[in-house]
């Protein structure tokens, strides 16, 4: 049974790298909206960091002076592997499973980070039954993740409209989400055991950081040949949707930006 949209993805060891190289580099310009919302949240004690990935969440929970441990868990043995070889504190450990069935008692955690995972998920509902199983009374959990229409480009790159519906119904084919962020709220609620619950709305753009364009708006040469194969786009079209990026990059104060929900709320069971 399918159960997370990563189920989906055979990977090569290239793939990998590859994918884990831009996960520590989109990290790279969110650390400070990671370490504001784990502070905020007063996130402390022994930490869950879900869907942890290569580590890098995990290493800047770890680096927070209230938490006293860490324990990054991903169902990928191959992100397990890596982020245990890149391990930079001895407060971290790492344990490969799922979230659905996760290996720890009742009540294990006072609190649980998870980072772009709910997005993947088909079943969010019973994930965050399992987190609130493990984490404590009065512990806290905090979810952070996308929500596609928090994504500004200005001046309008061509076809970017359509390549971002395409993908969100893409990714809904496989089991994603890429609305989650606004939706986390409305599942804490239901879960009625979850109290004094907040939404930081967290935005990274260009104006902070003018590289992290040239990292979002670059389509892989695979993407494209993916819209190309599948008659998405003609060539002429991903031609001109190239040059359009190309226009953007090179214009000083073109303007691009992601959004992502931070929710958080306390356990009362
Ligand atoms: C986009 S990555 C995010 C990694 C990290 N949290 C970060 O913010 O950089 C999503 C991670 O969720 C993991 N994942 C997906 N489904 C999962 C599941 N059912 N149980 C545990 N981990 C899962 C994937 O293996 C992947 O490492």
Redesign the pocket.
């Known amino acids: 049974m399918i ?2 949209s ?1 189920d989906l993805r055979s990977k090569t060891y290239d793939e990998h790298m590859k994918q884990i190289k831009e ?1 520590e580099k ?2 790279s310009f969110e650390k400070e909206n990671v370490e504001f919302c784990i502070k905020n949240a007063e996130m402390r004690g022994c930490c869950l ?6 580590g ?2 995990t290493d800047i929970i770890a680096m927070l002076n209230n938490i006293e441990r860490v324990i990054g ?4 043995k191959n ?1 397990i592997k890596y982020a245990n070889s890149m391990k930079k504190s001895n407060k971290i450990c790492y344990v490969n ?4 069935d996760l290996p720890f008692p009742d009540d294990y955690f006072d609190s649980c980070y ?4 709910f997005q ?2 088909k079943y969010p509902e019973k994930a965050l039954d399992e987190i609130i199983r493990v984490v404590k009374n009065h512990g806290v959990i905090g979810i952070h993740d996308i929500d596609y229409d928090l994504v500004i480009h200005a001046p309008k790159v061509k076809y970017s409209d359509r390549i971002k519906k395409i993908n969100t119904r893409l990714k809904a084919y496989y089991g994603s989400d890429m609305h989650i962020g606004r939706k986390i709220e409305q599942l804490y609620y239901k879960t009625n055991k979850l109290k004094r619950i907040r939404v930081f709305k967290t935005v990274t753009n260009s104006v902070d950081y003018p590289e992290f364009k040239e990292l979002f708006c670059n389509m892989s040469n695979g993407d494209l040949d993916f819209l190309l194969r599948n008659g998405l786009f003609t060539s002429h079209e991903l031609h001109e949707h190239v040059e359009s990026v190309k226009a953007f990059l090179n214009m000083p104060d073109s303007f691009y930006q992601i959004g992502n929900y931070f929710t958080y709320g306390e356990v009362f069971k």
């Open positions: 159960k997370s990563y996960l989109v990290i960091d879900l869907g942890c990935g290569p890098t969440t868990v991903d169902y990928d992100f499973a799922d979230c659905y998870a980072r772009y995972l993947h998920l």
